[in-house]
């Protein structure tokens, strides 16, 4: 990760440990050479090419005891106070291991979060986040396609200011936005929304409050069910006006659960409930 020689960093290289000191080191413990370490490593022709007559160095683990590497000094004397160098090396050791663990962690979660953001991106629904206060703060590609906003005209803005809700939805989304407050996920939710072009678009949502970055936050998710509204519209024109008796039933007593006119007529019904009762 690091060389420095006489307190200036230099050039960052790789070597073979076999034959090294550094061999000796890896994965053990602490060891020392405080004097005529070439002689001790005659084939490390680093040794003689820097000089380096004393030598100590420690390994490092990660948190689950793993090794990670090691941290080293050198010197072209021999070293001198042995016992208090040795402390110091394990009170840098300490200190080290913490700080690489700490950027490994960062570097995880930053693939994390990159890979989080490939899904949320790619995602075939509609995923926004807002905060508590019902602002966006990010949205997706299925969101601005379905609607007709960019993401730049979505974000920094509410349901309201964007202007997508119809006065009939602004109570439903209250609700929500106030069960989302008590941490709690609300949907499946039906809402017809605006589109920027002034087309209106049947969407169904779940909403999921979540942390992000240490603040409460609300993941929801969307879709446009407009076609499959169209379909269950026919369906029940056609189950409304058959002529003949179409009944449906819940299992396990089968009892009938809905009827169309019809059937209430063949079985002498008055109306759907006194069939239903049946």
């Avoid at 050198?74 to 080290?96: C, G, H, Q, S």
């Avoid at 609607?147 to 939805?169: A, D, H, P, W």
């Avoid at 002034?198 to 169904?204: F, I």
């Amino acid at each position: 990760i690091s060389f420095a020689v006489n307190g200036k960093n230099q050039d960052v290289f790789k070597y073979d440990l076999d034959n090294t000191p550094c061999q000796t080191v890896i994965g053990r413990t602490l060891c020392c050479y405080p004097e005529n370490v070439q002689h001790l490593f005659p084939k490390d022709e680093d040794l003689k090419k820097m000089n380096v007559q004393s030598y100590m160095g420690a390994p490092l683990y990660d948190q689950d005891k793993k090794p990670i590497g090691i941290i080293v000094t050198m010197n072209d004397r021999p070293m001198k106070a042995v016992d208090d160098k040795e402390r110091l090396m394990e009170l840098v050791v300490i200190r080290t291991e913490t700080e690489l663990v700490r950027l490994v962690n960062e570097q995880k979660l930053m693939h994390s979060e990159e890979r989080l953001q490939l899904l949320f991106d790619g995602a075939p629904d509609a995923y926004y986040i807002r905060n508590m206060e019902g602002v966006f703060l990010d949205c997706n590609q299925a969101a601005v396609q379905i609607l007709g906003y960019s993401k730049e005209e979505i974000v920094g803005k509410t349901l309201i200011e964007l202007g997508v809700l119809s006065e009939g939805e602004i109570e439903k989304v209250a609700q929500a936005m106030k069960q989302s407050m008590l941490g709690e996920s609300t949907g499946p939710e039906e809402f017809v929304l605006i589109r920027k072009n002034g087309t209106p678009v049947t969407v169904e949502t779940h909403t999921h409050p979540i942390n992000m970055q240490e603040r409460p936050v609300v993941l929801g998710i969307f879709r446009d069910i407009s076609e499959r509204k169209k379909s269950e519209a026919r369906y029940k024109l056609l189950f409304d006006t058959s002529r003949d008796a179409i009944l449906t039933g819940t299992p396990p007593e089968w009892l009938f659960a809905s009827g169309n006119q019809a059937a209430i007529e063949l079985f002498g019904a008055k109306n759907l409930e006194e069939l239903i009762a049946k």
